[in-house]
């Protein structure tokens, strides 16, 4: 966010108060501490941190100089009755350049201790070689600046961690589970993109899938990303959660084409499935797949189920349309 109150290209974040009669005058604001810190280039929910029964925020600061210069901040500010719009908890990234801060998220309980923790990612960390990319987990259990986990990209360039998310609870074991991508990963091909899925296992996260297949970069080096995003238990079969990964166009090509190969992550026991223009949908049973669409190109949380089509559209006319396709298999 663009803002001025501290500097310039400080940055602000506003909260607007739910109600019976909402408006549009911001409830509180909080300001980045000097100029150019981007504050609020990356907003989250942080769950509830203190476990005081008030939902908390996160909110990311890439280009603050603390630690360095652009070593990047994020800071929570704790929900209550009455609450300010100062920062409870402060984290710092490592070193200067590695932007921390960008993404942020709540990634639910990962470690049982029954208080929501929070993910902080620094894409241009050089932990793993020159941009590599790193992913920091922090517990209010500690509230700190330490984070409790660390995941690191696997080779330089990679910017492990450009997206971050709570995973809700795949294997079903109480704890939640972490979803990240690295969307310059070259695995699959120059720029390829790789996503990586965590399941939490108190005290810490332990990787249980290092890489998803990879396609390489079939658009002439036009597909930008790959972009990980919160799943979803599309048929109500059981609590476990799908997960999708999906290939982005930049924005002049935000349109879904019957060709493009889709990537997913299966769930456990729910297998997923890729597709492309030689699999025709109307050759298979209508009770075999389910047709989720959603309206938002980065795959936010909007999704509409309008069950079973006969066909997929050879050209979605929205310019942000992304087909998601789940086969319905029983569990083994």
């Known amino acids: 966010m663009r803002a001025y109150v501290a500097g310039n290209n400080a940055g602000s974040a506003y909260i607007y108060f739910g109600g019976s009669a909402p408006d549009s005058s911001a409830d509180m604001t909080m300001n980045g501490e000097t100029s150019n810190d981007q504050f609020g280039a990356s907003v989250s929910s942080a ?10 925020v996160i909110i990311g600061a890439n280009g603050n100089d603390s630690g360095g210069s652009n070593s990047g901040r994020a800071y929570v500010y704790f929900g209550g009755a009455f609450p300010n719009n100062v920062a409870d908890v402060i984290m710092t990234g490592a070193a200067a350049g590695d932007q921390f801060g960008f993404p942020v998220s709540s990634v639910g309980d990962v470690n049982g201790d029954g ?5 902080v990612a620094a894409n241009f ?6 941009d590599a990319g790193s992913a920091y987990i922090f517990s209010e259990e500690e509230s700190d600046n330490v984070p409790d986990v660390i995941m690191v990209g696997e080779a330089a360039q990679d910017r492990f961690g450009n997206d971050v998310t709570f995973a809700g609870d795949l294997n079903d074991d109480g704890l939640s589970d972490v979803i990240a991508g690295a969307s310059y990963n070259d695995n699959g091909g120059t720029n390829a993109g790789k996503a990586y899925l965590y399941y939490s296992s108190a005290p810490s996260v332990k990787p249980i899938l290092n890489t ?6 079939d658009q002439g080096g036009q597909i930008y990303l790959k972009w990980a ?3 979803y238990d599309v048929n109500n079969i059981s609590t476990i959660t799908d997960y999708i990964v999906y290939r982005s166009f930049p924005p002049s090509r935000r349109k879904f084409f019957l060709g493009s190969k889709m990537l997913y992550i299966p769930a456990t026991k729910r297998p997923f499935y890729t597709f492309t223009d030689i699999t025709p949908f109307d050759s298979l049973s209508k009770k ?5 669409l959603s309206d938002n190109w980065q795959g936010h949380q909007t999704l509409h189920n309008t069950g079973f089509q006969e066909s997929c559209p050879a050209e979605a006319s929205t310019t942000s349309l992304l087909l998601w396709c789940r086969r319905l298999l029983p569990h083994r």
């Open 47 to 56: 769950g509830d941190m203190n476990g005081d029964g008030y939902s908390d």
């Open 115 to 119: 208080y929501s923790d929070v993910i």
């Open 125 to 130: 960390n050089d932990a793993g070689g020159t």
């Open 212 to 217: 998803v297949k990879d396609v390489p970069n």
């Open 229 to 231: 995003r919160s799943g």
């Open 288 to 292: 075999q797949w389910n047709i989720i």
